[in-house]
């Protein structure tokens, strides 16, 4: 357990809108909005106005095309396809009456697999959050916005890196996270964990894309970088997730790169 939702939340609500608290920033400019907050935000309406227990949220795609600032955020949400095997859900984020971000969800009727067994690679090895001793380095939870339990390997080490991420605070004050809620807030951690290098963190990603075939049971949300590539100023970045009780999706992002790094990895 990582402990009761008491710190402060990044939005509370007033009427239909959101309002971003000091917590909300983000790392490029302290007086706009980090990308996890406006994934998240977006999430949590969809899930809120559309979800239903017989469907699984199985793709959330995110396309930030401006930095909002910390102007109250207004959601507005459609119905696109609303089928019996196949809900598709679009929604906009909404800054001082501007559109900032688009979301496209597609959530997929539950039923049971098919006969048969299929290739699948292999669960990670990895050491359960409450094993792992708490890190000293605050950086490693951008001072206190989320928690982590590294695995191995670190921000922009040249090498294999996994870690499990938990949320300490709510996304909407007075809503407890809901399983898609808080991987849909954590979501955005893939574009750091992969794209970061030995400068630092050269690249913002200006979308972001969540699969997930069963949401998480667990508070723990496990990272492992799979993919790095990037050619003229262009990347992708991709992590596979997990829970405490294996795999749920992943998590991949496009993005651009900066012309000034964003800090350089710890020792």
Same mark, same amino acid.
């Given at each position: ?13 007033? =009427? ?9 920033? +983000? ?43 910390? $102007? ?15 809900? #598709? ?9 501007? $559109? ?11 039923? @049971? =697999? ?58 909407? @004050? +007075? ?8 991987? $849909? #807030?954590?979501?955005?951690? $893939?574009?750091?964990?992969? =794209? ?7 690249? *913002? =990603?200006?979308?972001?894309? !969540?699969? !997930? ?11 492992? #970088? ?6 003229? +100023?262009?990347? *992708?970045? @991709?992590?596979?997730?997990?829970? @405490?009780?294996?795999? *749920? ?19």
């Amino acid at each position: 357990m990582v402990g009761a939702m008491t710190n402060l939340p990044f939005f509370t609500q007033d =009427n239909d809108a959101f309002i971003p608290t000091a917590a909300a920033n +983000g790392p490029w400019d302290l007086n706009s909005l980090h990308g996890r907050v406006i994934i998240g935000l977006l999430g949590f309406a969809i899930e809120q106005r559309h979800g239903s227990d017989d469907f699984v949220p199985a793709r959330l795609t995110v396309d930030m095309f401006r930095l909002p600032g910390m $102007a109250p955020i207004e959601v507005k949400t459609r119905v696109v396809r609303d089928g019996l095997r196949i809900k #598709v859900v679009e929604a906009d984020f909404i800054s001082g009456g501007v $559109a900032m971000a688009r979301a496209s969800c597609q959530l997929l009727r539950r039923t @049971e =697999n098919p006969a048969g067994n299929v290739w699948s690679p292999p669960n990670w090895d990895a050491p359960k959050p409450g094993d792992i001793p708490k890190p000293t380095d605050p950086r490693l939870g951008m001072n206190g916005k989320w928690a982590t339990r590294p695995i191995v390997g670190a921000m922009g080490s040249l090498g294999p890196r996994r870690l499990w991420m938990s949320e300490v605070r709510e996304l909407v @004050e +007075g809503h407890p996270l809901t399983p898609f809620t808080r991987v $849909a #807030v954590g979501c955005d951690f $893939a574009s750091p964990f992969a =794209n970061a290098g030995d400068q630092g963190l050269g690249y *913002i =990603n200006s979308d972001v894309t !969540l699969y !997930l075939h069963r949401l998480p049971v667990t508070e723990w949300i496990g990272f492992e #970088v799979v993919n790095h590539r990037a050619t003229d +100023g262009v990347a *992708i970045g @991709e992590c596979w997730l997990y829970d @405490e009780q294996g795999p *749920i999706g992943t998590s991949t992002v496009a993005a651009l790169a900066q012309k000034k790094p964003m800090g350089k990895p710890s020792p």
